[in-house]
Structure formats: C-alpha cells, structure tokens
C-alpha cells in the first residue's frame, strides 16, 4: 500500500484558498482529520480527500429543466 503524503496547514490552506486559521478550526471541531507532529499539524492526503468529497456540492443533473425562480422558459 502506497504512504500517505503529508501537507502542512498552510499548504492546503494555500491549495484550497482560505486562511490558515479556516483549516485550523477545521481540525479542532474535528472535521478535518490531522496529526500534531510538535512542530504543527499536518493532514494526509486521504483525509484531506475525504473532507473534499464530504463538503462537496451535489452535480447538476443532466435534464434538469429547472432554470431558477427568476428565468422564464422560452416558447
């Protein structure tokens, strides 16, 4: 099985553009799965996937004729 890579706070604060403070909250109420290494955390790539696919966004799906409150369906 091939070893986890390990990011830095800031480097996935940087990748996902938010402040580093952001990841660190993420940490401590639990949502983000990371180890404290004594000279800071630092988050595996598999659990920073794992947060991305838990807070991802549902897909549009194809056929959805919806088009929001505000567009009118054209004749």
């Not at 553009?17 to 404290?36: C, D, M, P, S, Y």
């Amino acid at each position: 099985m091939p070893q986890d890579q390990y990011q830095t706070v800031k480097e996935v604060a940087d990748r996902l553009k938010v402040a580093e403070a952001t990841v660190r909250q993420w940490i401590k109420v639990g949502q983000l799965r990371a180890i404290n290494i004594g000279k800071g955390w630092r988050i595996a790539d598999t659990d920073l996937n794992e947060f991305l696919r838990l807070h991802q966004t549902a897909s549009r799906q194809h056929g959805d004729e919806s088009k929001g409150p505000d567009v009118e369906a054209k004749p």
